[in-house]
């Protein structure tokens, strides 16, 4: 265990390491409701907190809207103002990042 001492034979264990095993914390994303009609919520799982892009894209590949936040926080996004189909919303942090398909009815 990296975060691990042993002092006077008694091994301590420090809940905070700043070694990350490799793959081991990779994001959680959630989304809720998908398929949505005006607002969509999303939620980045991480840890620690750290700062996280959400990028929407539309059909085309055109980047239509763009949140910075950090995780740990849940986000309601309006797209109320854009066309219904689908989109795509790309997540990125510092180490991470991942695509989902979002449908807009």
Avoid: C
Wanted: aromatic fraction near 8%.
């Amino acid at each position: 265990d990296p975060g691990a001492r042993s002092r006077n034979g008694i091994e301590e264990t420090s809940l905070f390491s700043t070694e990350e095993p490799r793959g081991e914390f990779e994001p959680e994303v959630s989304i809720w409701k998908n398929p949505f009609r005006d607002k969509v919520n999303i939620l980045v799982s991480r840890p620690h907190n750290e700062p996280v892009t959400l990028e929407f894209v539309n059909v085309k590949g055109e980047r239509i809207l763009r949140h910075d936040t950090q995780t740990n926080l849940p986000v309601e996004v309006d797209l109320s103002s854009y066309p219904n189909g689908m989109y795509i919303l790309r997540t990125t942090l510092e180490r991470f990042s991942g695509s989902y398909k979002l449908i807009k009815e």
